[in-house]
Nanobody, 119 residues
Framework: QVQLVESGGGLVQPGGSLRLSCAASRNIFDFVAMGWYRQAPGKQRELVARIIRGGGASYADSVKGRFTVSRDNAPNTLFLQMTNLKPEDTAVYYC?????????????WGQGTQVTVSA
């Protein structure tokens, strides 16, 4: 079993910045990929940013140039640096991890952290 614990959410004014963290209970390089998703009220959960084991990252068009995903294996943490935040970025942000063991694939979610962008 893998635990993912997000932190760093909060209330920020438009144009501000926040840094989200996701602490994993195992070595983050054990995962095939990790990512950040978000879900706004009344909307479907959407992918925000994703980083694969080899280091390549991809982003939703809506956050390109503003958000940066990174990781640190000491101590096993995934980050999402968010800048120039907009009200439409308001959502619960979730950490996600893909783990494969042999032919089995597992997907894990954190509990989420609220980000509110408002004046």
């Amino acid at each position: 079993q893998v635990q993912l614990v997000e932190s760093g959410g909060g209330l920020v004014q438009p144009g501000g910045s926040l840094r989200l963290s996701c602490a994993a209970s195992r070595n983050i390089f054990d995962f095939v990929a990790m990512g950040w998703y978000r879900q706004a009220p009344g909307k479907q959960r959407e992918l925000v940013a994703r980083i694969i084991r080899g280091g390549g990252a991809s982003y939703a068009d809506s956050v390109k140039g503003r958000f940066t995903v990174s990781r640190d294996n000491a101590p096993n943490t995934l980050f999402l640096q968010m800048t120039n935040l907009k009200p439409e970025d308001t959502a619960v942000y979730y950490c996600n991890a893909d783990y494969r063991l042999g032919s089995s694939q597992y997907n894990y979610w954190g509990q989420g952290t609220q980000v509110t962008v408002s004046a």
